[in-house]
């Protein structure tokens, strides 16, 4: 089957620096997403890493390492807007994606 | 904005009801999904649709029957459901199934069953 952990939730403050891990174990990998779904709202696209490394993206970055099947959101210079849930996603092959349970992310000022 | 749209919003059916959820998507898309995300629990994939045609049916119950007349247009068709089955109901569409490509979710219907 298909694994994906993530921290249930995480609490930090406006202006700090969160990071947020998500490790996989999956019968196949085609690159890993990171979604934010609000509450009440759809998930939007955040980033997608396929090589290991880092992709930074103004106030968010994601890294992977495929070797240790390990992933991280950085979100810098937090806002209030941030608070949200953060969604990790495994494409498998043949176009599926699988979704970890979520993390709840809640800034406090 | 996502350019995915969802109708109704909102859904309040007993379990001898037959409804019908309704997406459209104005981004091009060739692949569309239905997602069903209760809570607590992760997005749990229900079907796929690429080119029109369906690729993917996660063993999902007959009650849940997908339509997907044109690459624009997806519609789930409920009847005789269960409380159980109340959740939100996400749909998303990608360029293709065959990527990977992010995926662009609607608002969602957030489904009761009574």
């Known amino acids: 089957g298909q694994n994906i952990d993530q921290p249930t939730e995480m609490t930090a403050t406006e202006g700090a620096i969160v990071q947020i891990n998500c490790t996989y174990q999956?019968?196949?990998?085609?690159?890993l997403f990171w979604y934010q779904q609000h509450a009440g709202e759809a998930p939007t696209f955040l980033s997608y890493?396929?090589?290991?490394g880092l992709e930074e993206k103004g106030r968010f970055s994601s890294f992977l390492s495929r070797s240790k099947g390990y992933s991280y959101l950085l979100l810098k210079e937090l806002q209030m807007k941030d608070s949200a849930s953060y969604l990790c996603a495994v494409s498998l092959d043949a176009g599926k994606s699988t979704f970890g349970d979520g993390t709840t992310l809640t800034v406090k000022p | 904005e996502t350019g995915v749209t969802q109708t109704p919003r909102h859904l309040v059916m007993g379990m001898t009801n037959k409804k019908s959820l309704k997406c459209e998507q104005h981004?091009?898309?060739?692949?569309m999904y239905w997602y069903k995300q209760s809570a607590k629990k992760p997005l749990e994939l229900m079907f796929v649709y690429n080119f029109k045609e369906q690729t993917e049916n996660n063993s999902v119950p007959s009650r849940f029957s997908p339509e997907c007349p044109n690459s624009s247009h997806l519609f789930l068709h409920l009847h005789t459901l269960q409380p159980e089955d109340s959740a939100l109901y996400l749909c998303a569409s990608s360029q293709s199934q065959r990527g990977p490509y992010e995926q662009y979710f609607g608002p969602g219907t957030r489904l009761t069953v009574t």
């Open positions: 981004l091009g898309h060739n692949a």
């Open positions: 890493n396929v090589l290991d």
């Open positions: 999956t019968s196949g990998f085609n690159g």
